[in-house]
C-alpha cells in the first residue's frame, strides 16, 4: 500500500499501538504528525524511528481531555501544511473501577479522552481533508461490547466511539473521507505486561485461539488497510481483532 507524501496525525503515538501505527503508516510514506501528553522521550524515539524511514515527523505534545489542545494541535496542522490525509483516535486513558463506583471526574475524564476527543479531532481533520480522500480510523475495544471486570467507563466510552464511528461514517462519506474502526481484545503492550505481572489481568496466550496474543503491530496492519484505498467500500466498520477470542466460547477476554 502506498500512502507516499500523504500526512497523518496518530493521537498518542510515542508508544504502544498507537508508536506502531505511526511507524507503519510511514513505513509507507506517510509523514506523521506524532501527538504525546506525558511521554516526551518516548514520542521523540517514535519521530526518530519514522524518520529513519525516510519521511517527516513532527513532534506535538496535547492533551486530547482539552478541547483548547486539540484546537492548538490542528491550527500547528493547517499552518505548516494546510492539509490532513489521516487521522488515526488512538491515545486513550480510564479509570478501573466497577459502574458501582464510578463517579462524575472518572465518567468526566474517560469520556472526554476516549470519544469526545475523537469528535472534535473528526471535525477539524474533516476540514483540513477537503477534495483529499480523507480516512479516519478510531481505535476501540472490546470492552465495548463484552463486560469486563473494573473496565465499565472504559467499555461504555469505547462503545460511545463505535457510535460515533458510524455517524461520522455516514455524514462524511459525501465528503470522501472514509471513517472506520477496529476493536482489538487485548493487546500486548508495555501496559499490557505490567497488569499481567501485577496479577490484574490473566495471561490469556494459551486460551487464544491463535495461541498468542494480539500485537501492536496486529493492530498497526489493519490500520494500514482501513487507510489505503483498498477498503474504500468499508464504511462506519469495527473489525474485530482478537486471534478468534470473542467467538470462542473457551477463551477468556481477561
Ligand atoms: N493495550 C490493549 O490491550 C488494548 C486493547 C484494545 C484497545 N486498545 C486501545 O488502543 C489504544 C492504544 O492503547 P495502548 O495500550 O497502546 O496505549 P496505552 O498504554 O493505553 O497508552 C495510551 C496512549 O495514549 C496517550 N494518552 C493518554 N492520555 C492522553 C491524553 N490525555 N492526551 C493525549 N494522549 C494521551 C499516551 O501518551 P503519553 O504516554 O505521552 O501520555 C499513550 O501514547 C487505546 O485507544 C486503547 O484503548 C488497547
Given at each position: 500500500m502506498n500512502l507516499e507524501g500523504k500526512l497523518a496525525l496518530v493521537t498518542g503515538s510515542g508508544r504502544g499501538i498507537g508508536r506502531a501505527t505511526a511507524l507503519k503508516l510511514a513505513s509507507q510514506g506517510c509523514n506523521i504528525v506524532v501527538n504525546y501528553f506525558r511521554r516526551r522521550e518516548a514520542a521523540e524515539q517514535t519521530a526518530k524511528d519514522i524518520e529513519a524511514l525516510g519521511v517527516k515527523a513532527e513532534v506535538v505534545r496535547a492533551n486530547m481531555v482539552d478541547p483548547d489542545k486539540i484546537t492548538t494541535i490542528f491550527d500547528i496542522i493547517s499552518e505548516k501544511y494546510g492539509y490532513l490525509d489521516i487521522l488515526i483516535n488512538n491515545a486513550a486513558s480510564g479509570v478501573g473501577r466497577s459502574v458501582m463506583e464510578?463517579?462524575?471526574?472518572a465518567w468526566d475524564w474517560t469520556m472526554n479522552i476516549n470519544a469526545k476527543a475523537a469528535l472534535l479531532c473528526?471535525?477539524?481533520a474533516a476540514a483540513l481533508m477537503k477534495d483529499r480522500d480523507g480516512k479516519i480510523v478510531n481505535i476501540s475495544s472490546l470492552g465495548s461490547s463484552f463486560v469486563l471486570p473494573t473496565y465499565a467507563i472504559v467499555g461504555i466510552s469505547k462503545a460511545a466511539l463505535e457510535a460515533l464511528t458510524r455517524y461520522l461514517a455516514i455524514e462524511l462519506a459525501p465528503a470522501g473521507i472514509c471513517v472506520n474502526a477496529i476493536s482489538a481484545s487485548a493487546v500486548e503492550t508495555?501496559?499490557?505486561?505490567?497488569y499481567i505481572k501485577e496479577g490484574l489481568i490473566k495471561d490469556n496466550r494459551q486460551t487464544t485461539p491463535m495461541g498468542r496474543?494480539?500485537?501492536p503491530e496486529d493492530v498497526a496492519n489493519v490500520v494500514s488497510f482501513l487507510c489505503s484505498d483498498d477498503a474504500l467500500m468499508i464504511r462506519g466498520?469495527?473489525?474485530i481483532i482478537d486471534g478468534g477470542t470473542s467467538i470462542s466460547p473457551f477463551a477468556s477476554l481477561t
Amino acid at each position: 500500500m502506498n500512502l507516499e507524501g500523504k500526512l497523518a496525525l496518530v493521537t498518542g503515538s510515542g508508544r504502544g499501538i498507537g508508536r506502531a501505527t505511526a511507524l507503519k503508516l510511514a513505513s509507507q510514506g506517510c509523514n506523521i504528525v506524532v501527538n504525546y501528553f506525558r511521554r516526551r522521550e518516548a514520542a521523540e524515539q517514535t519521530a526518530k524511528d519514522i524518520e529513519a524511514l525516510g519521511v517527516k515527523a513532527e513532534v506535538v505534545r496535547a492533551n486530547m481531555v482539552d478541547p483548547d489542545k486539540i484546537t492548538t494541535i490542528f491550527d500547528i496542522i493547517s499552518e505548516k501544511y494546510g492539509y490532513l490525509d489521516i487521522l488515526i483516535n488512538n491515545a486513550a486513558s480510564g479509570v478501573g473501577r466497577s459502574v458501582m463506583e464510578l463517579d462524575s471526574k472518572a465518567w468526566d475524564w474517560t469520556m472526554n479522552i476516549n470519544a469526545k476527543a475523537a469528535l472534535l479531532c473528526s471535525q477539524k481533520a474533516a476540514a483540513l481533508m477537503k477534495d483529499r480522500d480523507g480516512k479516519i480510523v478510531n481505535i476501540s475495544s472490546l470492552g465495548s461490547s463484552f463486560v469486563l471486570p473494573t473496565y465499565a467507563i472504559v467499555g461504555i466510552s469505547k462503545a460511545a466511539l463505535e457510535a460515533l464511528t458510524r455517524y461520522l461514517a455516514i455524514e462524511l462519506a459525501p465528503a470522501g473521507i472514509c471513517v472506520n474502526a477496529i476493536s482489538a481484545s487485548a493487546v500486548e503492550t508495555e501496559a499490557l505486561k505490567f497488569y499481567i505481572k501485577e496479577g490484574l489481568i490473566k495471561d490469556n496466550r494459551q486460551t487464544t485461539p491463535m495461541g498468542r496474543m494480539v500485537l501492536p503491530e496486529d493492530v498497526a496492519n489493519v490500520v494500514s488497510f482501513l487507510c489505503s484505498d483498498d477498503a474504500l467500500m468499508i464504511r462506519g466498520q469495527v473489525i474485530i481483532i482478537d486471534g478468534g477470542t470473542s467467538i470462542s466460547p473457551f477463551a477468556s477476554l481477561t
